[in-house]
């Protein structure tokens, strides 16, 4: 079973940066595809940015030119940079690992937030204007 842990969520005025870690298990960052997604109340979860096992990053509109997703293998972690945070990124930010071959799958984006599926346990981060 995988296990991610997500830290590094707080409180940021608009304009300001943030960056979220995760923590996983043993190769779990090298193997995977492994994504960053966020859910605010009332609404669904969002895939924001993903990476696969070759370390090739994908970004939704979003978030592209704004946040940027990375890895340290040698960590077992994976770190989202969000630069010009805006008070519409305020949400639980959640860290997720899919498919060992490494591969992102189309749907990677819309991962079910559910059991079948490895979850950390979220990050808040709030931005206000």
């Known amino acids: 079973q995988v296990q991610l842990v997500e830290s590094g969520g707080g409180s940021v005025q608009a304009g300001g940066s943030l960056r979220l870690s995760c923590e996983a298990s043993r190769y779990t960052v090298m193997h995977y595809c492994m994504g960053w997604f966020r859910q605010a109340p009332g609404k669904e979860r969002e895939g924001l940015a993903s990476?696969?096992?070759?370390?090739?990053?994908n970004y939704a509109d979003s978030v592209k030119g704004r946040f940027t997703i990375s890895r340290d293998t040698a960590k077992n972690a994976l770190y989202l940079q969000m630069n010009s945070l805006k008070p519409e990124d305020t949400a639980m930010y959640y860290c997720?690992?899919?498919?060992?071959?490494?591969?992102?799958?189309?749907?990677?984006?819309?991962?079910?937030?559910?059991?079948?599926?490895?979850w950390g346990q979220g990050t808040q981060v709030t931005v206000s204007s």
């Open positions: 997720a690992a899919d498919n060992p071959g490494g591969h992102c799958y189309s749907g990677f984006f819309q991962l079910p937030p559910d059991s079948r599926n490895n």
């Open positions: 990476i696969d096992g070759y370390g090739r990053t």
